[in-house]
């Protein structure tokens, strides 16, 4: 099995939306991958809690998959990529590790 972590700083504000407002955007729609793409065994979206400590990145994503072969299916699926685009546009930086267990 694949576990692929992934963390997002957000930009403070864009496109007319604050910071909070973008990240429950990014959550709603990184969940609902799991309904579109079935490579996707686990997905699950946190943001970062308004008492923990700022200099925290902003979102957690924790996702597993049966392999690498499936992870990749996911990153090129045009779901993933529409969801990665909104991201890349909203994000200052991003960090990742994919490993196996």
């Known amino acids: 099995m694949i576990k692929h972590i992934v963390f997002f700083e ?28 079935p490579e ?3 997905i699950e979206v946190g943001i970062n809690h308004a ?8 979102i957690a994503l924790y996702s597993e998959f049966e392999s690498f072969d499936a992870l990749n299916v996911y990153q090129e699926h045009p779901a993933h990529k529409r969801v ?5 546009s909203v994000k200052t930086s ?5 490993y196996e267990v």
């Open 10 to 37: 957000l930009v403070e504000s864009a496109n007319g939306k604050s910071k909070a407002e973008h990240a429950l955007v990014i959550k709603e729609e990184l969940e609902n991958l799991v309904h579109l793409i």
């Open 40 to 42: 996707i065994l686990k």
């Open 51 to 58: 008492d923990a400590p700022q200099s925290n990145f902003d």
């Open 84 to 88: 990665a685009a909104y991201i890349g």
């Open 94 to 98: 991003r960090a990742a590790v994919d």
